[in-house]
């Protein structure tokens, strides 16, 4: 039973990066990001890739997350001029495009087999149980470390910015703010935050294929953005841990209800997610810690 919870608290981890990369560019600057399965399949292949090939542990997350950002600039200049539903579609697209490759360049990714084998830290030194525990510790830091730098973010002037074209892009650019500027330096940051998240996934299973990075994952972490709070990074690190909770919760239906076959059960799941999104959308369609809005720093007047 321990081992089960520190797995759910390891995945929550990454799940939680994985809502505060999109709680930075959706609820930050206001771009719906539906590519984001794209983005951690991108951070998971490349450490894995290159760790496999004998790059250090300690290099290949960097690493990942520089190709990560760079992935994103590149989608940035793709969608820079699409809104709404038009980039929700292409960013979509763009997850499909990278679950393709990984699929048929089979001389790269090895296909559908996946990538096994992925060095996992210390996995050897410290058995199952110490490693599992030492990679919940490991994971947490990194929460934590982007938690507070996305906190210290919201408030600064480059939070303010972003909001700003959030709410209203033409009014940001006619008070002289680059707004295309913005956007990509937004867009880079979540895509390797999203890739950070991907390389601690691969180096935890040790085994990545394409059919880890479906679409669900990111409709779960839309689920976790809206729960929690979109445009508050606490309210996104609050609803990824309670939607990895109730996922895994919703896994022991097939012992409550024995007449399911296994399908059924998946289906079922699927279902009370859903419905557990449109009871949260009608009791606090703000999230459970909405967005809070202070008030703009004073200054003081010129002589």
């Known amino acids: 039973m321990l081992s089960y919870l520190i797995f759910t608290l390891t995945l929550g981890g ?3 990066l994985l809502a505060l990369s999109l709680n930075l560019i959706w609820g930050g600057i206001g771009m719906v990001n539906l590519g984001l399965a794209g983005f951690f399949a991108v951070g998971a292949y490349v450490s894995a890739l290159i760790s496999i090939a004998g790059v250090p542990l300690a290099l290949t997350i960097p690493i990942a997350c520089i190709i990560g950002a760079g992935v994103g600039v590149i989608a940035t200049f793709a969608t820079i001029r699409l809104r709404g539903d038009y980039l929700a579609i292409v960013t979509l697209g763009f997850a499909e495009v990278v679950r393709m490759v990984a699929l048929n360049e089979r001389w790269l990714t090895r296909g559908s087999d996946g990538v096994s084998g992925i060095p996992a830290p210390f996995r050897v030194a410290l058995g199952t149980e110490g490693f599992n525990l030492f990679y919940l510790a490991l994971v947490s830091v990194f929460v934590l470390g982007i938690f507070l730098m996305l906190n210290r973010l919201d408030g600064s002037p480059f939070g303010r910015v972003m909001k700003a074209i959030r709410e209203d892009p033409e009014l940001a650019a006619f008070a002289g703010k680059g707004v295309t500027r ?13 890739a950070l998240a991907g390389a601690l996934y691969g180096h935890f299973q040790s085994y990545i294929s394409p059919d880890h990075f479906q679409p669900l994952i990111t409709i779960y972490i839309f689920l976790a953005v809206t729960a929690g709070g979109v445009g508050r990074p606490l309210g996104g690190l609050a609803g990824a841990y309670l939607v990895v909770f109730f996922l895994e919760a919703t896994r022991f239906l097939g012992e409550i ?9 998946a289906a079922v799941r699927e279902m009370l997610v859903g419905i557990a999104l449109l009871v949260v959308l009608h009791l606090r369609p703000q999230g459970l810690l909405p967005e809070r809005t202070g008030l703009a720093p004073k200054t003081e007047p010129k002589p």
């Open 182 to 194: 913005f956007k990509i330096q937004a867009f880079a940051l979540s895509a390797a935050i999203a």
């Open 257 to 265: 209800l024995p007449g399911l076959q296994a399908g059924q059960v």
């Open 14 to 16: 990454i799940y939680a």
